[in-house]
């Protein structure tokens, strides 16, 4: 029995460890997102997609690059544990970063959340959502748009601000 219980157990994940549960949640969220055909790993061209609706654009060499980074396979696909670890990397270089680093950043946030906000008023309500997650691709529930509205509506007002968005990216 002893044998069996080893079996069943699961190894211990090299993602890193200081990523709170609400962090779990919210990144397991994203990798749902990018995983559009819901087979547990994301390719480059889901990427590329997710990228390309956001208005972001990439060469496709890059794309490649940045996943075979993250796979530690080396067959172009990213599963929900590589992720995490990429991303756990990326954060800790993302905390080397130079002020110039941090204002090309801040630039990029403020045109991701102009995306989301459509009528230009600094918050992102549900219907605004609804539409950009359309429009990238994604259809999505009520639920499922409640749930993205409760992980990133810090004040609870029903909607998200840039501090709020910010936050949620980075």
């Known amino acids: 029995m002893a044998l069996r219980r080893r079996t069943l157990r699961k ?15 919210d990144l397991r969220t994203a990798f749902g997102l990018l995983d559009r055909n819901r087979d547990g790993r994301v390719t480059a061209s889901e990427l590329q997609f997710m990228l390309q609706n ?29 992720f995490l670890q990429w991303v756990g990397r990326i954060q800790a270089l993302s905390q080397d970063t130079s002020a110039d680093d941090a204002d090309d ?42 749930e993205l509205l409760a992980i990133a509506d810090i004040d609870h007002d029903g909607k998200i601000n840039y501090e709020e968005f910010a936050r949620l990216l980075l």
């Open 11 to 25: 190894e211990p994940s090299l993602q890193k460890r200081d990523f709170s549960e609400a962090e779990l949640k």
């Open 54 to 82: 956001l208005g972001i654009q990439v060469r496709d060499e890059l794309i490649k690059d940045l996943i075979n980074e993250a796979s530690h396979s080396g067959n172009g696909l990213i599963d929900e544990t590589e």
């Open 105 to 146: 950043i801040t630039k990029d946030l403020i045109a991701a959340f102009r995306v989301f906000d459509r009528d230009c008023n600094g918050y992102i309500t549900k219907d605004e959502l609804k539409t950009a997650m359309d429009m990238i691709g994604e259809s999505v529930t009520d639920v499922q748009l409640n």
